[in-house]
């Protein structure tokens, strides 16, 4: 069995502390050193709740986070892409990889439905699905052709070239990311992994058959060039009850949790999905992902930023090595 690879979330949205830059590139160099294969960021203009936590943007991050590393893959986990001209997600995410030299991952989804944010770009809540797949498909002509002319409800072009999608050998991968039967197609139909943010393994083990369902009947192919991608959330310590406690804070301040779509977390997300306690739980935790077809684990601290770095650490000490064919040191 391959080995199972590791992200890290930073952020976006810091609902319980808010890392200088200094602080935020340490991170991203740590969590490299670690050995982690990719760091994610999410994504808002905003700062949901409805402007109680601040916001940093997944561009400018993943570049300067792009500057200080050499191996990691970087990508936003997800990218709302319906709060922006998908030209614009074509260029930056390009410079990102060109920035990089070729480490980029493109991760989008339609998003949670904040109202100030949707209403500050001039998007309707309805129309989010729309534009994601919209904004999707242009992205990867822009990736691939060109004098790309296209014409959609949302996004127009005339002859508009990328040539910077050249300067890397590689393409960028792209992950869909979602829970809905739509974005399950959309991974099947436009990327080369679905991902999912927190969800407990039985959700998880119960959708992953949806996504072969739907590759079987376009017959695609998903046993080579695809991920499985989900985040899972914790918090290591030796006293499971201050893990459970800092944890279900973390998950009750995410943004998600405030979404207004009916596409919130299952309600005991902690007490289910979480990987808590001892270095032994929560590897137990993660192995039920992999175990239910899991490739690519994106792991993320549920505690407060002073805790933050430590955890990071410790989880790539503790955990990762085990789902790792060649252990460290061996």
């Known amino acids: 069995m391959p080995d199972t690879k590791f992200g890290i979330l930073m952020g976006g949205t810091w609902t319980q502390g808010l890392p200088s830059g200094s602080e935020l590139l340490s991170m991203a ?46 990508g936003p986990y997800p990218l709302a892409m319906p709060l922006y001209n998908a030209s614009i997600v074509g260029s930056m995410m390009l410079s990102i990889h060109h920035i990089s030299n070729g480490r980029a991952i493109f991760c989008t989804a339609s998003g949670f439905g904040y109202p100030v944010e949707l209403e500050a770009v001039n998007v309707a809540l309805p129309e989010r699905p729309m534009r994601n797949t919209e ?16 014409e959609g409800e949302f996004n127009k072009t005339t002859n508009l070239n990328m040539t910077l999608r050249k300067s890397v050998p590689n393409s960028i991968p792209t992950w869909v990311n979602g829970r809905h039967d739509s974005a399950l197609r959309r991974a099947v139909s436009s990327g080369e992994a679905w991902a999912v943010p927190m969800v407990t393994p039985q959700e998880f083990a119960e959708k992953r058959p949806l996504v072969q369902q739907y590759a079987e009947e376009s017959s695609r192919d998903l046993r080579s060039g695809f991920d499985w991608v989900v985040e899972v959330g914790f918090n290591m310590n030796a006293d499971r009850g201050r893990a459970a406690a800092e944890a279900e804070a973390a998950v009750e301040s ?29 590897i137990s935790k993660v192995r039920e992902f992999v175990d239910s077809g899991a490739t690519w684990i994106i792991a993320t601290p549920l505690c407060p930023l002073s805790g933050f770095q430590d955890q990071m650490l410790q989880f790539a000490k503790h955990v990762i090595p085990s789902f790792k064919a060649v252990k460290a040191g061996v």
């Open 29 to 74: 160099k740590g969590a490299e050193e670690a050995g982690y294969d990719s760091i994610h960021t999410s994504d808002h203009i905003s700062s949901p709740p409805e402007g109680l936590a601040p916001s940093i943007n997944a561009f400018p991050f993943l570049a300067a986070a792009a500057a200080v590393t050499e191996r990691v893959k970087l």
């Open 135 to 150: 904004g999707m498909d242009l992205v990867a002509k822009l990736w691939t052709e060109d004098n790309v002319s296209f």
């Open 254 to 282: 995410r943004p998600d949790k405030q979404s207004t779509t009916g596409q919130a977390p299952t309600e005991d997300l902690v007490g289910q999905a979480a990987a808590l306690g001892s270095p032994e739980e929560c």
